[in-house]
């Protein structure tokens, strides 16, 4: 997979952000962008944690599993019977 080149993306904050994002670039000796890209990533992890979360309830719901004890019981007897 080839990496894609590097563009330039601009927007506005607040100065007390700017600031802060500022101070933590310096603190930890990384660039503004690292930061950024890191902040997204992990941005676009918890969404995607959150969507699969979103499905295992609907699962859940349907199979009449109301606490999480009930998913482990599932998930153990389902496991047990597969052995």
Not at 20 to 26: E, P, V
Not at 59 to 72: H, N, P, S
């Amino acid at each position: 997979m080839s990496k894609s080149q590097p563009a330039t993306v601009s927007f506005s904050v607040d100065t007390e952000l700017r600031d802060d994002l500022d101070r933590l670039a310096k603190e930890q000796k990384r660039s503004k962008s690292d930061l950024f890209r890191e902040m997204y990533n992990y941005y676009q992890f918890k969404s995607s944690l959150r969507r699969v979360q979103e499905q295992g309830v609907l699962i859940a719901e349907r199979l009449g599993l109301e606490t999480d004890d009930d998913v482990y019981a599932y998930l153990n007897n389902h496991r047990a019977a597969k052995a």
